[in-house]
């Protein structure tokens, strides 16, 4: 090989090696720039995410301000709403002890005291719905005590009497004085009575073209003599058109109400009520009625 030969072979070998090296060189930029191309979609895809959430965070943020400002703007109605039904306790209390006065003036003339007595059953009606309104604005308290169940709910007819009558609704009450369902029940009586209140007047409601409205009561199962005793199970039914199931969960909410002229306030108040007698409400319905079941545990001492 002459020395012309041998150097052109000698080039020839360090040129497959350089292209050797760029060949090696250029996958591995090609390699790499896929890499980094597919690092670049993942990055850009986190910043995306990462868009997303800051927006949805901020949403919530919007949304929990707006939150805050409503609940803000609710207990100053709330406040407002309580100073007033205090201050129209006191009106109210004039008009119902008029009334009896007037009552006792006409007593020799039976029509005109219905008057009087329509007059003192308006203030009862409003008296009650300014209860369920401080009950529900404050938190209930409940100083308990003993209390005659048969004598508590004999307190409550006055008041429903003309609606019973209205929508000719028949009054099956077992808890009557000496009867074995009636118990003495360990209570704060103003909390029970608006309580069994509420209860009876939703019963009533539930029955406009009429029905039968059941009031009983039984021991708490597991009292026993000489054993623990578990209190006492007041129930109010009535033959309604019963709570649709889906309706069930929502009926305690506060506001939820189907009515026309409904608050949605009575069964959160008689939760929260018996609540704070550490006692429990449950309800049971069907397409022929309602039946609400209060548990009230007994005295504490007896307990
Ligand atoms: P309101 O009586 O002002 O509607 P409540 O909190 O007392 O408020 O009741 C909430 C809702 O529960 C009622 O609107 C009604 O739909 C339902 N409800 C309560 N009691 C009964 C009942 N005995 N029968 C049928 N529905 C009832």
Redesign the pocket.
């Known amino acids: 090989m002459s020395e012309l030969q041998a150097t052109v072979a000698e080039n020839n070998i360090e040129m497959t090696e350089d292209l050797g090296i760029l060949k090696e060189a250029f996958t591995q930029f090609t390699t790499s720039a896929s890499e980094l191309e597919q690092s670049y979609r993942l990055l850009k895809a986190e910043v995306g995410h990462l868009k997303q959430e800051l927006s949805e965070s901020q949403l919530e943020k919007e949304r929990l301000r707006e939150e805050a400002e409503r609940n803000h703007r609710l207990a100053v109605v709330g406040e407002m709403a309580s100073r007033m039904a205090h201050e129209l306790r006191n009106p109210l209390g004039s008009i119902e002890l008029f009334a009896s006065l007037i009552r006792k003036e006409l007593s020799g003339n039976p029509e005109k005291q219905q008057w009087a007595d329509h007059l003192k059953t308006a203030v009862a009606s409003m008296n009650y719905a300014l209860t369920n309104l401080l009950l529900f604005t404050g938190k209930p308290q409940a100083q308990c005590r003993k209390v005659d169940l048969s004598q508590l709910i004999a307190t409550l007819f006055p008041f429903i009497a003309h609606r019973l009558e209205q929508h000719q609704i028949i009054c099956k009450n077992e808890i009557e004085p000496d009867h074995a369902s009636s118990y003495p029940l360990w209570c704060d009586e103003d909390l029970m009575r608006q309580v069994l209140l509420?209860?009876m007047?939703?019963?009533i409601?539930?029955m406009p073209r009429g029905g039968c409205l059941n009031l009983s009561a039984k021991e708490a199962p597991g009292r026993r003599q000489g054993q623990n005793r578990q209190g006492i199970l007041v129930i109010i039914s009535?033959t309604?058109?019963?709570?649709p199931k889906e309706?069930i969960p929502h009926?305690?909410d506060p506001f939820?109400?189907?009515?026309k002229t409904?608050?949605?306030?009575?069964?959160?108040?008689?939760q929260n009520a018996v609540a704070a007698h550490g006692g429990s409400i449950r309800?049971e319905?069907t397409a022929r009625?309602?039946q609400?079941i209060l548990h009230l545990p007994s005295q504490p001492e007896a307990r």
């Open positions: 509420n209860l007047i939703n019963a409601d539930a009535d309604g058109d019963g709570i309706r009926i305690f939820f109400t189907t009515k409904g608050t949605g306030l009575g069964l959160s108040i008689v309800v319905s009625g309602t609400f």
